[in-house]
């Protein structure tokens, strides 16, 4: 089964720290997403990587930055976290860019800013 | 641009009750449509899918048909139980770009 790790189930940080989120897939996909999640507002996509050191904006990357130094590793970046960061983070991988129909999703980390 | 809007829960629901929850969308071209599921602490993950109109997905006794002149992907299931309680997100695909999800409609299911 295609396993893919979000580094921390819950995280609290302070306003202004900088904050890395860490995400890992072990199945050799070439795309990877992340994604916020909020009541009401479902998932909305922050930035997403169809190959390594490649990136595209999603529909809300202000705030945030990623990296992707090596395939299987994804990493998303909250240069100066502030309260309205506060949410779930869902990291998702899939095959590549002609079959990036099925997303296999992290279990997600519970951020909290304070 | 692509969308997707999905009736708003939460959804409760004795068991062996029916259960639709309505999904509709607007897209360019002919999207594939999805509908995922996320159990309690858990990520989302795949339920069904159908890639072109009239096509029905189905899975875990959940069904939705893919209905282009609706432009709608309602998701049925003929008796539901307490495991199924979840949130289940609609979602659309449209050419070579990211998925697009819906708000997700939390269901519970009481015995």
């Known amino acids: 089964d295609v396993k893919v790790t979000q580094s921390s189930r819950y995280l609290v940080k302070r306003t202004g720290e900088k904050v890395f989120l860490e995400c890992v897939q072990d199945?050799?996909?070439?795309?990877m997403f992340w994604y916020r999640q909020d009541p009401g507002l479902g998932l909305r996509l922050i930035y997403f990587?169809?190959?390594?050191?490649?990136?595209e904006k999603g529909d809300i990357p202000e705030g945030y930055s990623v990296s992707r130094e090596k395939k299987e590793r994804f990493s998303l970046i909250l240069e100066s976290a502030s309260t309205n960061q506060t949410s779930m983070y869902l990291c998702?991988?899939?095959?590549?860019?002609?079959?990036?129909?099925?997303?296999?999703f992290g279990s997600g980390t519970q951020l909290s800013v304070l | 641009g692509n969308s997707v809007t999905q009736m708003e829960g939460p959804v409760t629901l004795s068991e062996e009750a029916f259960l639709t929850i309505n999904c509709t969308y607007t897209?360019?071209?002919?999207?594939?449509l999805f509908w995922y599921v996320q159990y309690p602490g858990e990520g989302l993950q795949l339920l069904l899918k159908?890639?072109?109109?009239?096509d029905k997905g189905s899975n875990k006794g959940f069904e939705a048909t893919y209905r282009k002149e609706t432009t709608s992907f309602h998701l049925e299931k003929g008796s539901v139980q307490v495991s199924d309680s979840a949130v289940y997100f609609c979602?659309?695909?449209?050419?070579?770009?990211?998925?697009?999800f819906g708000k997700g409609t939390r269901l519970s299911v009481i015995a």
């Open positions: 897209a360019t071209g002919y999207p594939s």
């Open positions: 990587s169809y190959d390594v050191k490649m990136k």
């Open positions: 998702a991988s899939s095959y590549d860019r002609f079959t990036n129909e099925k997303l296999f």
């Open positions: 979602a659309l695909n449209s050419g070579n770009t990211p998925l697009v």
């Open positions: 159908a890639t072109k109109a009239d």
């Open positions: 199945m050799d996909h070439e795309n």
